[in-house]
């Protein structure tokens, strides 16, 4: 059983490049999102889904954008990566129907941007 | 307990022993908090979550603890051990219903 799958662990951008961070779930949750983490700092919500289809603004959505076209894939699209993206971003999904309860997270992806 | 900053608050505790780690929250009107677990390199792992018409909830080795007369949520480590070496976060629900992380706490056992 695989859980949250990110892809890739790592990754280097220069400001302006664009890129895909991919995240996919085999668990069959409705519920999934992304969240960015930086040092001495707690996880902060970009975007979320509650089910394929609807997408919705988290806490820090600027500079990125999500589709949720299957239940299992949610992938989070950096347009113009900026020096500020720098982080590490976390993927995770609910098994409590559309709530963000009871998250299980992947185990990420460290982007750098130059 | 917990603080937004650069530099995580520090819990030292010899293995064997208890672990108490605090969070403080902000909203009173959370009714779901749950506690996270995250060792180096890996991502957050669910430890135990608890509502708020609880005043304790148990599971494996720990127990989550909640007052909310002064906004307070601990997590007890029992019998701690090398295998807990990690920052463990809390969270709450604010009142759009998102959850709502702590910075977070390094907990760190010695021999």
């Known amino acids: 059983n695989a859980g949250v799958t990110q892809t890739p662990k790592f990754q280097v951008l220069k400001t302006g490049q664009s890129m895909t961070l991919q995240c996919a779930q085999d668990?069959?949750?409705?519920?999934m999102s992304w969240y960015r983490q930086d040092p001495g700092m707690g996880l902060r919500l970009i975007h979320y889904?509650?089910?394929?289809?609807?997408?919705d603004q988290g806490e820090v959505p600027n500079g990125y954008n999500v589709s949720r076209s299957t239940t299992e894939d949610f992938p989070l699209r950096l347009l113009s990566a900026a020096p500020s993206q720098t982080s590490v971003y976390f993927c995770a999904s609910s098994s409590e129907g559309t709530a963000n309860e009871k998250l299980f997270f992947g185990s990420g992806t460290q982007l750098s941007v130059l | 307990g917990e603080s937004v900053g650069l530099h995580l608050p520090t819990l030292s505790v010899q293995e064997g022993d208890n672990s108490i780690i605090n969070c403080a929250y902000s909203n009173s009107a959370s009714d779901y908090f749950i506690w996270y677990k995250q060792e180096s390199g890996k991502g957050p792992q669910f430890i135990i979550d608890i509502r708020s018409n609880m005043d304790k909830r148990q599971g494996q080795r720990v127990t989550v603890l909640l007052n909310k007369t002064v906004k307070h949520l601990s997590l007890q480590i029992a019998a701690t051990q090398p295998g807990d070496s990690a920052v463990y976060f809390c969270?709450?629900?604010?009142?759009?219903?998102?959850?709502?992380f702590g910075a977070g706490t390094q907990v760190v056992v010695t021999p």
């Open positions: 889904s509650v089910g394929a289809g609807i997408t």
């Open positions: 668990m069959n949750h409705e519920y």
């Open positions: 969270a709450e629900t604010d009142s759009w219903g998102k959850l709502q």
